[in-house]
């Protein structure tokens, strides 16, 4: 059924407002008025957990539609529950589409992607062009981690960089990710024959279960720099990035990781993982001269 407000009679739908500007608009939520213009053929109202396709315009009152910020993008529902689009989403089904009339500083522009902000009272062109729910998602992410396991590990790394502030580098054309921080103690980079003690917590990328973490099986893990077997790949680039003093978080692709095997009952075959590594010490070996 849909929502009850839908089905007031017409002429309940079209009451004129004080402020011509709102004429045809009912009150949603304080200082905000909404319009009906299209009814879709949608029952399912948009909750935490669905995405939806939107096509957004927004421009000031006397100014054309859109003529400040215009798009057609999906977005997470939980992201948009802020100011008053939550309270717009409440009677929204898909097909729907409706004119809000609002404060500026009730936008949450940021969400939105938009460059800057409107200040006073705005007008919003919503349209909800689809929906998809948590389940659909969940099915259409777990035949895309089948069928195109390099997709799927890149949209995986970019919803984590995404969801994760940072000053995040790309290493070269690879699909490792890093973000440095800290005062190093010595700004040589490691070299072959260096004898490396470092500190890591190992976690998937999708729900951050840690799985390896040095802390846990006692002490920091020592190694010669160079060795074979002694890391897999993309905790040797870290190790390579790091100077001693540092740490960092590294996203690491599978094939830099545990590859099609994956890592038995933690990590599963293709998974990015991410590594959280410190370089406690560095002894120089003779190569270092």
């Not at 008053?84 to 004119?99: I, N, T």
């Not at 404060?103 to 938009?114: K, L, N």
């Not at 389940?135 to 035949?143: F, K, P, T």
């Not at 060795?227 to 790949?233: A, G, M, N």
């Amino acid at each position: 059924m849909r929502h009850p407000w839908y089905h007031l009679p017409l002429y309940a739908l079209l009451v004129v407002a004080c402020d011509p500007a709102t004429s045809g608009f009912k009150r949603i939520a304080e200082d905000t008025d909404m319009q009906l213009h299209v009814i879709g053929d949608g029952e399912h109202i948009p909750v935490a957990g669905d995405s939806v396709l939107l096509r957004v315009r927004i421009a000031a009152l006397d100014s054309p539609p859109g003529s400040f910020f215009s798009t057609e993008r999906w977005y997470a529902v939980a992201d948009l529950r802020s100011g008053v689009l939550g309270a717009v989403l409440d009677r929204s089904h898909e097909g729907d589409s409706m004119s809000v009339i609002t404060p500026g500083s009730r936008i949450p522009w940021e969400t939105m992607s938009a460059r800057s902000e409107l200040q006073g009272s705005v007008r919003l062109e919503f349209s909800i062009r689809e929906i998809r729910t948590k389940e659909m998602i969940h099915a259409a992410r777990a035949l895309k981690r089948t069928t195109d396991p390099e997709g799927f590990q890149r949209d995986v790394i970019t919803a984590y960089l995404l969801s994760n502030e940072g000053n995040w580098e790309r290493w070269g054309n690879s699909d490792l990710h890093h973000h440095i921080e800290g005062d190093p103690l010595d700004t040589s980079r490691v070299r072959h024959g260096d004898v490396v003690t470092i500190a890591y917590v190992g976690m998937r990328l999708e729900d951050e279960q840690v799985f390896d973490d040095t802390e846990r099986n006692g002490e920091p893990f020592t190694f010669r720099y160079g060795d074979t077997d002694q890391l897999i790949r993309g905790l040797e680039v870290a190790v390579s990035l790091l100077r001693e003093g540092q740490h960092g978080t590294f996203v690491i692709p599978s094939e830099m990781a545990f590859g099609a095997r994956g890592l038995a009952d933690v990590v599963t075959p293709n998974e990015p993982v991410v590594y959280r590594v410190e370089l406690v010490r560095v002894v120089r070996g003779p190569a270092a001269g």
